[in-house]
Nanobody, 115 residues
Framework: QVQLAESGGGLVQGGGSLRLSCATS????????MGWYRQAPGKQRELVAT???????NYADSVKGRFTISRDNAKRTVTLQMNYLKPEDTAVYYC?????????WGKGTLVTVSS
């Protein structure tokens, strides 16, 4: 069983930065893909970024060049550094962990970007 706990959300002005972190309980395996999704009000949940155990990353086009995902396998954490935030980045951000086709989700953390 994988349990995820996010931290770091909050209110920030447009153009500002926030750093989200996610801690994973239990062990991490080489097959695990970790990442972040977000869900804005009235919209479907969408991929933000993912990272493999070896550090290969994938980003949504909307955040490329502004967000950076990283992970520390020893500490079992995944981090999302968000720079140049825009009001359209406002959403609940969810930590995600995929293990052999089984998804695990955190409870989410709210990010609000004011204009």
């Amino acid at each position: 069983q994988v349990q995820l706990a996010e931290s770091g959300g909050g209110l920030v002005q447009g153009g500002g930065s926030l750093r989200l972190s996610c801690a994973t309980s239990g062990s991490i395996f080489r097959v695990d893909v970790m990442g972040w999704y977000r869900q804005a009000p009235g919209k479907q949940r969408e991929l933000v970024a993912t990272i493999t155990f070896g550090g290969n990353t994938n980003y949504a086009d909307s955040v490329k060049g502004r967000f950076t995902i990283s992970r520390d396998n020893a500490k079992r954490t995944v981090t999302l550094q968000m720079n140049y935030l825009k009001p359209e980045d406002t959403a609940v951000y969810y930590c995600h962990h995929m293990r052999l086709g089984v998804p695990y989700w955190g409870k989410g953390t709210l990010v609000t970007v004011s204009s």
